[in-house]
């Protein structure tokens, strides 16, 4: 069956507009310090608090072990026809473009959890002079991006790697890379271990380089969309095919990335209202956009 491509940019930039199906707007049900990128109407709320049971620990044990085994089989079904490429990154992210503005100045890039590529590919398309290093979880993944008419060794180094285990210097050279990104793959990592994914790529980050994150926004209309039965804890659900998705909110991540040892640039919510051809529909969707910089020097040294 051929899948539409997944496209979660384009579309219309709506902040802050008011619901269109004409119901209140609640207080949504989450602690009043977190803030969130949309406001829920009251069938949103009352499916939000009614959906309080989790899947049981020996299946969540079970969705952490075969976690890679899910997202390989999910490269297996869909090969390179799922997400679409992504090529809005050197118009969100100026650090993207230095590179283009000063030739002498090679840009190393990480991308972390990259796929089948659909990052890296437009930016090695428009010929900037940039060397980039990526990885996946998934092996078949990572094959894709090798295979890739554009992947050659001059200019990228892929590589198969578990970003909460595997030690990102057996690949990368210690401080070497100036600008890693992250999109749509923390939410991918369970929430105990994202802080070791980040601790990893901190490694290998240049004193002063950078982290261009945007991930799943808390009420992201996928998140919505979840049935009964899929959650795993809070704001942390799976999918039918085992893969796991969390909804981050701009307190959580920047706590996650301060104790990584980061400082924030930018940390924001990002509003989009796209058709979604499936359901016949507007929907809301909410996204996490943000910078992180790994500061120039340790304190105190
Ligand atoms: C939603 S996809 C996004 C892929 C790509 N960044 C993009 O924008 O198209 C999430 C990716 O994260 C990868 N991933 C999940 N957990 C990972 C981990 N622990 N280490 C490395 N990659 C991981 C998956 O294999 C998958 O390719």
Redesign the pocket.
Known sequence: MALSKQDDTANVVLPGEEPKDGLPCLTPPVQSKTSTGRTLNEKEMEKLTGDQTLVSDFKQMKLEKE??KN??L??KRNTTN??KD?HWTTREFEELKVCLEFEAQKLVLL?????????IFPLLEEDLNIFVYA????PR?VEFVKQHSLYCAERCSAFQ??????DLRGNVPVGCVDVA?????L???HPD?MQQ?LDNIYRVLKPGGIILF?DYGLYDHAMMRFKAGNKLGENFYVRQDG?R?YFFSKELLADLFRGAGFEMLTNDYVLRETVNKKEGLCVPRVFLQSKFRKPDQLQGS
């Open positions: 976690a890679q997202w390989d999910f490269y799922f997400f992504r991308e972390a959890g990259c796929g089948v590529g659909n990052c990885c996946d979880f998934s993944a790697c578990d970003l909460t285990k595997d990104t992250l999109i749509f793959v939410s991918a990592i271990k994914a945007r893969t998705s």
